[in-house]
């Protein structure tokens, strides 16, 4: 699996117990595939108190980092040996990437499953709003005379 150099720059910063000690590694992780899974989870790093006195760059840099991988994975539907060499590459200890390991295994089908409903078609229309304002004049100018359309598409929402 290949990423661009700058996302593996922030994978490494994952990997490295200073900046994200080992005690608090699994729970970062399992934040990180979450924020993946559950759009009312994305920012959940933000939330967590173990992180705060740590480099708050150097974290949200390598939760990017982390993030960007998963997706990338799934997305290419990395096998666990392709997915443990990457993480070797960038300097992960065995026991972090066992960690990411168990972790990408166990969420690998519900990170498909979204991916795939990500679509290069557009929304389905179901309904239309529309109305139509007739400006005689506004604070600029004395006579306007225009008509202005809103129109408000609303569409099919998906649930996973």
Known sequence: MELPQSMQDALTLAGESIHIPDA?????VEVAFRGVINS???NA???LKEFTSKDPAAVKEAYAGLVAMVIEAAKQDTDIESL?????DCKFPPERI???SETYQKNKPALQILLGSVGRTPAHIVDVDWRLDYYVKNNHMEK?????????LKTEVTIL
């Open 40 to 42: 009312n989870e994305r």
């Open 84 to 88: 443990s060499s990457l993480l070797e």
């Open 45 to 47: 790093i933000e939330n």
């Open 98 to 100: 066992k960690e990411v």
């Open 24 to 28: 608090q590694f699994p729970s970062f």
């Open 144 to 152: 306007v005379n225009e008509a202005v359309y809103l129109i408000t």
